[in-house]
């Protein structure tokens, strides 16, 4: 046992003294929970419209207002004519133009019919359909309002419920992805690192020739790791509850025990890397190409999968991070407790197990 | 006579598929003797000593090392020897102190033995200023010698030494020499590989790998009256022109 706090002893020391990577470490989940909550986000606001009011009657004004009133638009100004619209969707000025044509009241009240243009910069597609979708419905918020005051037979009114994210925030999206990345980057690749420098420098010889159980140097060299996951994981979630206001609606402390197991899977995986690399650079590069890059576009927080290709969404399901972002979203968002991820825990629980042999029997084979 | 040999190997052979890199090696090394093992690079020295200290399996052939054999008592001959590698044993981001502290420990030393040893380390090199200094800070003579006291910090009966003094100036291997001899003095055995051969002067007997056989074993000035030389190196070089195999 002493063996081995003097080993752990000696690992902190390691990682103490290269403040550099230390300040990356800690730091870096703080940086990309910030730049992904605040900077970043999928989401349009403040897009720039026009709108181009051939009517103005009392049902345009209105609209109008409603339609500037939305966080989503920031009305430019009231175009005069249809050539200026073409002039600044060119420039870039504006993403999306509404046109009202003219007797839009009249045709309302008359014939209980009108028309609405939306024209919108699709050079983005996703951005041109969200504007789209929003005005639409603004539109159709109108619509019912006015159409509740004539009190017309057989009317179907849609409700929409956002269940568990009614306003839809992004930030939901991105705590379990950052989450699980920082844990691969810390865990995987650090892991991985540590124990091939000691291959590269020569010291692992030193550590085969002495009493230390070889099992143990390799645990030694985890147990760090897996502190500094601690405590990136649980800044990661004071920052996301306080700063991002993304709720923790399920129990902490199975948040907290899956935490660790995907921990565990990604030290596993470090572990088996670092029985194949033989130096740091190699580490580092399967790190990143075999394990961070499928993280980021297969596990779903940033691609559905449910949209990929068949090929592309079994492979997903190897992809360890696909399982404890399900289980993140799950508890965290969704508030369920283990009865709703019991079969995702189980996966997870299995690769550990898997990776964790296969690097115990790689390591072993080196003795030989 | 028997009680006295600390290594004894017989037909020692190890093989990676169909290469044959150690050879049916067979000698004894005595107690508290200074044993060379000579040879040149790509000869099968750094493999056999591999084997003797437990870092890998023969092929077949029989070795014991501190009397316990390597094939079955791997984990008794670990604690019972000490190892100096040619990238030095130290960790240079440690600071010297924490460097004795953690090989201490790692052999299982009691905290008071740690700390006792470590101080008499500090002033027989006359580091005691350097004791919180890292590792990476101190010439290059220095970490030599350190490297060794750390080698044999838990006092084993037998120390391997793997070109302990690559890189480094005359004088100052020299006075690396003087430790070991200090080493030896004590009844500690050292079992030394090297490439220097004017190094092979200085130990009690030598033994010289070509091609993966142990072509001459005897004392230095046995072996240069046997193969007509005035140094080591001429007879070293006698025996090495036969050489099929080069270093890869």
Same mark, same amino acid.
Request: contains cysteine.
């Given at each position: ?46 897009? %720039?419209? !026009? ?5 103005? #009657? *009392? =049902?345009?004004?209105?609209?109008? /207002? $409603? +339609? ?43 014939? %209980?019919? !009108? ?5 919108? #910069? *699709? =050079?983005?597609?996703?951005?041109? /359909? $969200? +504007? ?237 | ?248």
């Amino acid at each position: 046992m002493k063996q081995f706090f003097a080993f752990v002893r000696k690992e902190f020391f390691h990682i103490w003294r290269d403040k550099r990577t230390m300040f990356i470490l800690l730091a870096m989940p703080i940086v990309q929970i910030i730049i992904f909550g605040f900077a970043l986000t999928n989401e349009v606001k403040n897009a %720039n419209i !026009a709108i181009l009011d051939n009517s103005k #009657d *009392a =049902a345009t004004a209105s609209l109008t /207002t $409603q +339609l500037d009133a939305s966080r989503y638009f920031a009305l430019e100004r009231n175009i005069v004519t249809y050539k200026q619209i073409e002039e600044e969707f060119r420039k870039g000025k504006i993403k999306l133009a509404i046109i009202f044509p003219q007797h839009f009241g009249e045709d309302l009240q008359h014939f %209980n019919k !009108a028309q609405v243009q939306l024209i919108a #910069d *699709a =050079a983005d597609p996703n951005t041109a /359909t $969200q +504007l789209t979708n929003y005005a639409t419905a603004i539109v159709n918020d109108y619509q019912n309002r006015i159409t509740n005051e004539r009190k017309l037979p057989y009317t179907i009114n849609t409700e929409m419920r956002m269940l568990y994210n009614p306003q839809l925030k992004g930030a939901f999206n991105f705590v379990p992805g950052v989450m699980a990345m920082v844990l691969l980057l810390v865990c995987t690749m650090m892991t991985a690192i540590t124990i091939v420098k000691e291959k590269e420098m020569g010291t692992m010889e030193i550590m085969l020739v002495s009493p230390m159980v070889p099992q143990l140097v390799v645990l030694a060299k985890a147990v760090p790791y897996l502190i500094l996951s601690s405590i990136n994981i649980t800044s990661i979630l004071l920052l996301s509850v306080f700063a991002l206001e993304v709720p923790i609606n399920g129990s902490i402390l199975l948040l907290g025990f899956e935490s660790i197991l995907f921990t565990l899977v990604s030290l596993s995986l470090g572990l088996l890397i670092s029985s194949g690399a033989a130096s740091q650079q190699t580490a580092m590069f399967i790190s990143l190409i075999a394990l961070f890059l499928p993280t980021l576009m297969l596990s779903g927080f940033m691609f559905p999968v449910e949209n990929m290709p068949l090929p592309l969404r079994i492979i997903s399901n190897i992809v360890p991070a696909k399982w404890f972002y399900i289980i993140i979203k799950s508890v965290m968002i969704k508030g369920l407790g283990i009865s709703g991820v019991w079969k995702e825990t189980l996966i997870m629980a299995g690769m550990m197990i898997f990776f964790l042999t296969m690097a115990i029997k790689k390591f072993k084979i080196r003795l030989g | 006579m028997s009680d006295d040999k600390v290594i004894t190997a017989n037909n020692l052979t190890k093989k990676f598929g169909d290469f044959t890199a150690v050879d049916h090696i067979s000698f004894d090394v005595h107690k508290g003797e200074i044993f060379g093992f000579l040879g040149a690079n790509g000869a099968g020295k750094t493999t056999a000593m591999r084997m003797l200290c437990g870092l890998s399996l023969p092929t077949s052939g029989e070795a014991t090392v501190a009397g316990f054999d390597v094939y079955k008592e791997n984990e008794k001959i670990k604690k019972s020897i000490g190892y100096m590698s040619q990238k030095f044993s130290l960790y240079e981001d440690l600071t010297v102190k924490e460097n004795m502290e953690f090989y201490g420990g790692i052999y299982h030393m009691t905290d008071k033995f740690i700390k006792e040893k470590t101080g008499f380390i500090l002033e027989h090199l006359h580091l005691e200023k350097e004791a919180n200094a890292l590792v990476r800070s101190l010439p290059l003579g220095w970490k030599q010698k350190l490297a060794f006291s750390v080698a044999i910090f838990h006092e084993p009966g037998i120390v391997f030494l793997d070109e302990p003094t690559g890189g480094v100036d005359p004088v100052t291997r020299r006075e690396f020499w003087n430790m070991i001899y200090e080493a030896a003095d004590r009844g500690i055995t050292v079992f030394v590989t090297t490439h220097y051969m004017d190094e092979a002067e200085y130990c009690n007997r030598v033994s010289i790998m070509v091609d993966g056989r142990i072509e001459a074993l005897d004392t230095p000035s046995q072996l240069k009256k046997t193969y007509e030389a005035t140094s080591m190196d001429e007879v070293f070089l006698k025996l090495a022109r036969k050489a099929v195999r080069t270093a890869d």
